[in-house]
C-alpha cells in the first residue's frame, strides 16, 4: 500500500520530537523562564452550615521561636520533642495563624473578632468578597490583642455600620485592667456593645458559650440552622497537636491555666460528640476541621475538613 508523502512512521516522529529541543539549544535558542513568586495562601474558604454561609479569613501569620516556651510548659522537654516528632513538627520555631470568621445568617454579617490591624483584617475581608461595612455584627470572643487590634483605624470605627457583643464578664476585666489595648480599640466602641453571658444568644441560631480560662471572660460560639450546626471555639486551643490534642498541657497564653484546661475537655467533648465541625482562630488555615476522641497519650485529633463542607 502507497502511503501520502506527508507520512511519518510512530519511531520517525519520536526520533524527531527528541530531536527539537537539542536542535534548538545547539542554535543558542531562549526559552521564557517564570519568576520564583515566593510562598502564597489562599485567605478565605467559604462554605454552608444549614442556612448560614460561614468564610473564615486569614488576616495574618506570624512565625514564633522555641515553642515549648508557648506550650507544653508543664511537660518535660524529651516528651515534647518526642510528640514533635512524631507530628513532623519542628520544636526551634512555630506558625500562628489569625482566622476571624464571618457568617451571614441572610439578614446579618456577622464578624467574629477584629483580627491584628485594621489592614490586615480588611485586605482579607476584600479577598473574600466584603467590605467593612457590611458588617452588622461585631463578635469578640475575647480581649487580647490579636482579636481587638481590626476594631480601629486611625481613631474611627474599622467597621462603620456594626454593633458590638462580647462577654460581660471578659468586658468587665480588661475594664479594669489598665489595658492600652483595650483603652485605644474597645473603651470607645462600649457604649454600642451588648454584653452577654452562658447560654445567651447573639442572633437567632449564634449562642454564646462560656469557656473561661484563657482569659476570665473568653468564650465560643455554636451555630445551629436547619439542623446542622458549627461551633467556633476561637482560642479555646491554640494548636492542634500542643494544645486541642492535649488539653492539659500549660499554654503560656492562658491567664488561668487549670481553668483553660477544664474549658479545652469541656467544649472539645461535646465538639466530639456532636461530630459537628468547628473553627479555631489559631489553627492552621482554613482553620475548619472535626474533633476526634482519641486514645493513648493525646485525648482528641483535629482532623482538618477534607471536603466534607463542598456543597
Known amino acids: 500500500m502507497s502511503l501520502p508523502t506527508p507520512y511519518l ?23 521564557a523562564e517564570a519568576p520564583m513568586l515566593g510562598d502564597s495562601f489562599a485567605q478565605h ?8 454561609e460561614v468564610t473564615t479569613i486569614l488576616a495574618g501569620t506570624a512565625a514564633r521561636e522555641d515553642a515549648q516556651s508557648i506550650f507544653g510548659m508543664n511537660v518535660p522537654a524529651e516528651t515534647f520533642d518526642a510528640v514533635s516528632e512524631q507530628n513532623f513538627l519542628p520544636t526551634d520555631t512555630m506558625r500562628f495563624f489569625f482566622t476571624p470568621t464571618l457568617v ?19 485586605g482579607a475581608l476584600a479577598s473574600a468578597g466584603y467590605t467593612p461595612d457590611q458588617v452588622d455584627v461585631l463578635v469578640l470572643t475575647h480581649m487580647h490583642g490579636d482579636h481587638i487590634g481590626g476594631l480601629m483605624r486611625e481613631g474611627a470605627p474599622t467597621f462603620a ?22 483603652e485605644a480599640n474597645v473603651r470607645p ?35 445551629e440552622s436547619e439542623g446542622e450546626g458549627l461551633v467556633i471555639f476561637a482560642d479555646l486551643a491554640n494548636h492542634p497537636v500542643w494544645s486541642l490534642a492535649r488539653p492539659d498541657w500549660e499554654v503560656r497564653f492562658d491567664a488561668d491555666k487549670e481553668a483553660a484546661a477544664a474549658a479545652r475537655r469541656n467544649i472539645l467533648g461535646m465538639i466530639a460528640a456532636d461530630r459537628v465541625p468547628a473553627v479555631g482562630y489559631h489553627m492552621p488555615f482554613p482553620a475548619v476541621g472535626y474533633v476526634a476522641p482519641e486514645t493513648g ?11 466534607q463542607l463542598m456543597g
Open 297 to 307: 497519650d493525646a485525648e482528641f485529633q483535629w482532623v482538618p475538613e477534607a471536603g
Open 9 to 31: 512512521s510512530r519511531r520517525a516522529l519520536m526520533a524527531t520530537a527528541a530531536a527539537a529541543p537539542l536542535a534548538g539549544l545547539a542554535a543558542g535558542a531562549s526559552r
Open 104 to 122: 451571614n445568617t441572610g439578614s446579618e454579617l456577622i464578624l467574629f473578632d477584629a483580627g491584628l490591624n485594621a489592614a490586615a483584617t480588611t
Open 161 to 182: 455600620n456594626a454593633r458590638y457583643v462580647t462577654g460581660e464578664a471578659e468586658f468587665d476585666y480588661w475594664a479594669s485592667a489598665e489595658n492600652d489595648g483595650f
Open 189 to 223: 466602641l462600649a457604649d454600642q456593645m451588648t454584653f452577654i453571658g452562658n447560654g445567651a444568644d447573639v442572633v437567632t441560631g449564634v449562642t454564646g458559650l462560656a469557656a473561661f480560662g484563657h482569659t476570665p471572660g473568653h468564650m465560643v460560639f455554636r451555630l
Open 45 to 52: 474558604r467559604r462554605f454552608m452550615v444549614g442556612e448560614f
